[in-house]
């Protein structure tokens, strides 16, 4: 299959700070991939340089055909930037629904403002993934109004009613209260089964093992394991992995 | 079981009895604060209608005419308010900017603003700008020294509003692909000025009592204006200025009662 993402010798550095080092790395049409590691491992650097919300130092980033090279400047680079954010859905841990906004209105804003798009259409579109989330009876309701598991299911529809090749999640059910974090969880199965291709960073372990094509472990800046969740869970090859997952197995009991 | 829950409907009903009593002494309270008012007003009227004698037939002949000024108040404030308005949002982009003369602009107008009277201003628009050869019409050279001062601070403002929006909420913008003018234009400012309407609402009204400031020029028929010159043309000015005293502050109670409205809607509204 055709590979959606393709990431070549991507370095970034924070000043003097080496946080992602030398790291390729393919992503295939409709596969999900879960990004896991501990906290400061880089993953959600790793994630964020894909849309360019970090700028890459160096190395090439490549969305569906479109080529990006690290650390450029100029009008040529920003405009394939653009084109690679109109490729890349991204759901952030925090939310960030626009709260001047109704549901409804937060999830044409992008189709409308930046594609274009016909603001009948965009609706049409819209409420099509606020059903798909569950949530098109809230499409009034402005986002103070919601529980946190409702505002992000919102943002993921949000996100898709851009059509995009590739979803990026980003912990996106770390700021949620226990008892939310199915819901979240259930509809990002739903999109993974519609054959969406997924980059997902998360600290559930439950989800990389059940949905994931393939887990990808992150250590000190660099992917240290790379496997099928099967094989990751049952004989994790790196000790720090061991260690994750150790983790895991002592919180679920 | 069922001695608990006798236990906890004695919670509730001595919780509510607090509150009660709480909602008891806030209500007592306002009724004295209102009574109060009632009687320093009443003290006012009483001063002016005996004790001080005033020239009820003055007052009869000129209320119109310093009434009259109230339109040109009004005008001269809201076209200064909305120049304010513009400039400030400039000058806290600026403020906002990484562009290092972009910044300094903005700083720079500030602090020459600020770090001088807006009287010596208003003047300097009359006095000073005709001396170069810059002859405005006299509701201009009022309408821009307030406009200027008031936006240089109401640029602070501006500058806290759009420092409110979280970081979060523009890398959200980013990516689903706006440009940084539409991340600013759709997304920013837009939360930024639900922010600032509440301290720009009390701008606005230290602008209708500041525009009284025009009235030395000579040239700007505004409520001040008018009081001096009908003052000081029969030696009435106490009379004069009790009118004119009287109309401001009707101006600025309507004004803050329609400001707590507008505040009280926006503190509903949809953070």
Known sequence: MQSIVK?????KYFGRLHVLKDISLEVKEREVVCLIGRSGSGKSTLLRCINFLEEPSHGII????IKVEGGEKGKEHRQLIHDVRLKTGMVFQEFNLFPHMSVLENVIEGPVTVKGMDKNQAIALAEENLDSVGLLFKK???PNRLSGGQKQRVAIARALTMQPKVMLFDEPTSALDPELIGEVLNVMKKVAKDGMT????THEMGFAREVAD???VMGEGEIIEDSNPKDLFTHPKDPRTKALIDRYRSGEN | MSQAQTMDQVRTSQAELLYEAQQRKIRQFRTNVIISWAVLLALLIYLFSGPIELDTEFIERNALFIAGGIRETLLISVISIVLAIFLA???????LSTIPPIYALSTFYVSLIRGTPLFLQIIFFFLALPQLGIVLPAVWAGILPLGLNYGAYMSETFRAGISSVSKGQREAAIAIGMTPIQTMRRIVLPQALRFAIPPMGNDFISMTKDSALVSVTGFVHETMWRATRV???EFNNLEALIIAATFYWIMTLILTFFQSRLEARLARGDR
């Open chain 1, 140 to 142: 009034d309701e402005y």
């Open chain 2, 231 to 233: 003052g000081r043309a």
């Open chain 2, 89 to 95: 949002m400039l000058a806290a982009l600026g403020r």
């Open chain 1, 214 to 216: 393939r887990v990808l």
């Open chain 1, 62 to 65: 490549e969305v569906d055909g």
């Open chain 1, 198 to 201: 997924m980059l997902v960073v």
């Open chain 1, 7 to 11: 990431i070549s010798n991507l370095d």
